[in-house]
């Protein structure tokens, strides 16, 4: 049980750094949008030239959107999940057994 516990708790916190890490890129991205707008337009229209400001900006919306409910159902949710998980086991008496006695 103990061993377990041990992988479940890895598991945790390369979860938990995986959502920070994926909140860090989506305040870089978002960052870059507000104080650099302009000039990152400018860079991935010529890759795009015949793309409108307003389809860019549509596109960078939905993407940051995507991201951040992409880390919170694969990280954050899980994270915190295995967090209660753990927290409910060590609440338990050691003795304790998972069927309930008749």
């Known amino acids: ?14 979860l938990s750094r995986c959502t920070v890490m994926g909140f860090i890129l989506l305040f870089w991205w978002w960052g870059a949008l507000v104080l650099g707008g302009d000039f990152v337009y400018e ?13 860019f900006e549509l596109i960078n919306y939905i993407g940051i959107i995507t991201t951040k409910m992409v880390i919170m159902l694969l990280f954050l949710i899980p994270c915190i999940a295995i967090k209660l998980t753990l927290r409910k ?3 338990q008496p050691a003795n304790a ?6």
Not at 48 to 53: I, K, N, V
Not at 97 to 102: L, R, Y
């Open 1 to 14: 049980m103990n061993s377990s516990n041990e992988t479940l708790e890895t598991i945790s916190q390369i």
């Open 43 to 55: 860079v991935h229209s010529k890759f795009a030239p015949s793309m409108p400001e307003s389809q």
């Open 89 to 91: 086991r060590r609440a």
């Open 97 to 102: 057994t998972t069927a309930p006695e008749s």
